[in-house]
Antibody, heavy 120, light 109 residues
Framework: EVQLVESGGGLVQPGGSLRLSCTGS????????MTWVRQAPGKGLEWVAN????????HQADFVGGRFTISRDNGKNSLYLQMNSLRGEDTGVYYC?????????????WGQGTLVTVSS | QTVVTQEPSLTVSPGGTVTLTCASS?????????PNWLQQKPGQAPRALIY???NKHSWTPARFSGSLLGGKAALTLSAVQPEDEAEYYC?????????FGGGTKLTVL
């Protein structure tokens, strides 16, 4: 059974940093693109970034700019999202999802999310 | 900035049929956008339903179907069940990024 577990969320002050983690099990982690999606309270889903199985290719949403960085450690079956210069509008639940073998492949399996709150 | 538009809300009677659509500000939605559809219920993570326009996951109920309709991606629910009440999101690939639609809140009444 595919399982994805996010961690690392919490309360952080504006301008601060946070690193989210997502640990996968039940599948060969390095064979799949992985993606991050977020959801502000009471709002819709927003795609953040994705990364190829071997980590050699990444895509990100325009709003990310240089503030967020997606990465992975296949030896630990883990996906990361380093978030810097955090703003109030970054508040929300952050989900990781497993895609297929292409950047446009389906996001078939999802974690339960980790809550990030940016507030002073 | 590409915008993906869905109906904000729709209402359907139990046992009825409803079609949700997904339009792109960039023009006609084609299979090359690899349309995905996801369902989300309050307090839950999203659940994938449809990928690459019309393909179903192993867990997707048969009453859900995806298609292209009038230049948009479409999700049709037939014989709607009360448990289908949820928010539905489409997701389109624009060559180097995914963009979600704003979501359709489906009420079964």
């Amino acid at each position: 059974e595919v399982q994805l577990v996010e961690s690392g969320g919490g309360l952080v002050q504006p301008g601060g940093s946070l690193r989210l983690s997502c640990t996968g099990s039940g599948f060969t982690f390095n064979e799949y693109w992985m993606t991050w999606v977020r959801q502000a309270p009471g709002k819709g889903l927003e795609w953040v970034a994705n990364i190829k199985g071997d980590g050699t290719e990444r895509h990100q949403a325009d709003f990310v700019g240089g503030r967020f960085t997606i990465s992975r450690d296949n030896g630990k079956n883990s996906l990361y999202l380093q978030m810097n210069s955090l703003r109030g509008e970054d508040t929300g639940v952050y989900y990781c999802a497993r895609q297929g073998g292409f950047p446009y492949a389906e996001a078939s399996s999802w974690g339960q999310g980790t809550l990030v709150t940016v507030s002073s | 900035q590409t915008v993906v538009t869905q109906e904000p809300s729709l209402t359907v009677s139990p046992g009825g049929t409803v079609t949700l659509t997904c339009a792109s500000s960039a023009g006609e939605v084609t299979s090359g956008y690899h349309p995905n559809w996801l369902q989300q219920k309050p307090g839950q993570a999203p659940r994938a339903l449809i990928y690459s326009t019309a393909n179903k996951h192993s867990w997707t109920p048969a009453r859900f179907s995806g298609s292209l309709l009038g230049g948009k991606a479409a999700l049709t629910l037939s014989a709607v069940q009360p448990e289908d009440e949820a928010e539905y999101y489409c997701l389109l690939w624009f060559g180097s990024s995914w963009v979600f639609g704003g979501g359709t809140k489906l009420t079964v009444l």
